[in-house]
């Protein structure tokens, strides 16, 4: 799966909704958060996806950064359990309090920590891997509103915002990275982005060893501040050229943990030994995201005419066995975020000619004897990239392709290696992408990362924390503005409200169902994972920060 979005939950008491109250205030989770006796014995393979070609890119900034950067090398202050909305833990940091109605954030970093290469790490660095994004746009991946940053003592750093930041508080204290500054602070901004990184620093439970082209290598450090962790020595990314080759490694038993998609899962795998198991958890919806900007499907029209061409239930049931469950027109996940769902809306997407044809036809296009719509004697095509290696999504796109052309659109596949589909990303070059989004534990921070415009750099710019297809809308960014002036979930509706009516509006991304999210484990090499039973974090072995979670507490079978 692709470096990209990350992902949702159910509120709860001490939701994550409610970031007006110390960390402390939140309890614990599972027994899983406490030391352990180390281990430091055996290796775990893994591999996080097919279609890859790994380069030695370690720089948390590039969107081709390899997956071990996030987490495993460098980590964020808190853990923000994707699995269990509310469930926030210590990592970097040790407690944070907002003031002045979320213009004001202060946190406690904690004591006793080290990089890699024996250098302290500080407030210092706290502070400085914030300051980033208020130097060049480049560096705010996820908008933060920062106004100024400082440290406070040894062991506090202070951020002020020029507007409240509620809404960021995932982006700000869950997924900004912590950096060295002693090894950062010397390259200029203008080249933050484009470094490779290498041989990369961090504060996180493992150092790289070696990176050959389908094979990454990370060994565990002895000196790790949290006490017993991790439990392997070595941890191995395995990379495959699709999903079969990744698949027949799987059902083999030669990956300790994977999340590939293997058709008829009960048979193919599960079947196969008693310990192999299965943890599924849906936590982002699977959609097109089209090109809001440039192209045909900057027209809202063409975006819905496409979405009332698809038969969603059929893909489903084709590709996943029916597993991947029905979405909605505003695209939120549910039960996950149920309590914020405008119950005015409609639950189901229009379907059928009659409303392609409406669609269409509104927008100039008459359809011509060859069955296809045409405007100014220009065929209405639409070219989706996706990863040629994710057969699941190249089977989606070719459901797609010959329904769409039934009512006359005519849908065009390119598929090409993971590195160029998230480069073009990026940088807006497309027309379509397949790809899925969420897995963030708050809904706030869902509906931030898919049409916050404030995240969308100028096609050809990098843009890396969200709305990749630079959709704009200036309702829906007030409407996030006034999600973050309060913790009230009551208060906050009207203005979930404003966001879903403008999405089934619009529609910005054309969600098509539940992403399908099986996590292999091989329970003969590997223990420990979460199952259902005891979800401390999200299972999936490519989401960043619950793989780096999981990876450290997972022990060798005995």
């Avoid at 808190?78 to 269990?84: E, R």
């Avoid at 150092?207 to 191995?236: C, E, H, I, N």
Wanted: charged letters at 15%.
């Amino acid at each position: 799966m692709p470096r990209t979005l990350d992902r949702p939950r159910l509120l709860a008491a001490c939701s994550a909704l409610a970031l007006s109250v110390t960390l402390a205030a939140c309890g614990g989770s599972s027994g899983h958060k406490g030391p352990s006796a180390s281990v430091q014995h055996g290796v775990l393979t893994v591999s996080t996806g097919s279609g890859q070609s790994y380069t030695a890119n370690f720089n948390p900034f590039s969107p081709n950064a390899l997956q071990a950067t996030d987490g495993m090398v460098y980590e964020p202050l808190f853990f923000y359990n994707t699995s269990k909305s509310g469930d926030i833990q210590p990592w970097l940091g040790t407690s944070y309090s907002w003031a002045d109605g979320g213009k004001t954030l202060h946190i406690k970093v904690r004591s006793g920590v080290t990089w890699s290469d024996g250098k302290p790490f500080t407030n210092a660095d706290v502070a400085f891997s914030f300051a980033n994004a208020m130097h060049a746009s480049t560096l705010n991946a996820y908008g933060l509103p920062l106004a100024n940053v400082t440290t406070d003592g040894t062991d506090g750093v202070t951020l002020t915002f020029t507007q409240s930041a509620y809404t960021k508080a995932y982006f700000i204290l869950g997924k900004t990275l912590m950096l060295p500054q002693h090894i950062w602070g010397s390259i200029p901004d203008a080249q933050k982005t484009t470094v490779l990184n290498s041989k990369p620093v961090g504060t996180g439970a493992w150092t790289v060893k070696s990176v050959a082209s389908t094979l990454v290598t990370l060994t565990a450090r002895k000196d790790y501040y949290l006490t017993g962790y991790p439990k392997f020595s070595t941890l191995r990314y395995v990379g495959y050229n699709g999903n079969n080759s990744a698949d027949a490694a799987i059902e083999s038993g030669a990956l300790d943990w994977a999340g590939g998609f293997i058709p008829d899962i009960k048979k193919n795998y599960l079947a196969k030994d008693p310990k192999f198991t299965l943890v599924n958890n849906p936590l982002a919806v699977t959609a097109f995201i089209p090109n809001a900007l440039q192209g045909p499907t900057a027209d809202p029209n063409v975006r819905k005419a496409i979405s009332a061409g698809v038969d969603r239930a059929f893909m489903s049931q084709s590709v996943y066995d029916g597993q991947a469950a029905a979405t909605n027109p505003a695209a939120l996940l549910t039960p996950n975020f149920s309590s914020v769902l405008d119950p005015s809306l409609p639950t189901a997407f229009e379907t059928g000619q009659d409303k392609v044809d409406g669609y269409l036809t509104a927008s100039g296009y008459t359809k011509g004897s060859d069955g296809y719509y045409a405007k100014n004697g220009k065929r209405l095509t639409v070219t989706v990239k996706m990863v040629s290696g994710w057969t699941d999504y190249l089977s989606l796109g070719q459901l797609a392709q010959q329904e769409l052309k039934k009512v006359g659109i005519d849908l065009q596949i390119d598929s090409e290696a993971y590195n160029t589909w998230a480069a073009d990303q990026a940088s807006g070059n497309f027309q379509m992408l397949l790809s899925s989004f969420g897995f963030t534990p708050d809904p706030r921070a869902y509906y931030d990362q898919i049409v916050d415009s404030r995240l969308a750099k100028p096609l050809g710019q990098q843009t890396t924390g969200g709305n990749y297809g630079r959709y704009k809308n200036a309702a829906i960014d007030d409407a996030l503005d006034h999600l973050a002036e309060t913790t009230d979930v009551n208060a906050q509706k009207p203005y979930f409200y404003a966001i879903e009516q403008q999405f089934v509006k619009d529609m910005p991304v054309i969600p098509l169902m539940d992403a399908q999210n099986e996590q292999e484990f091989n329970g003969n090499n590997v223990t420990g994972f979460p199952t259902a039973a005891d979800s401390y974090a999200a299972a999936s072995v490519w989401l960043f920060p619950d793989a780096a979670w999981v990876a450290m507490r997972l022990s060798p079978a005995k």
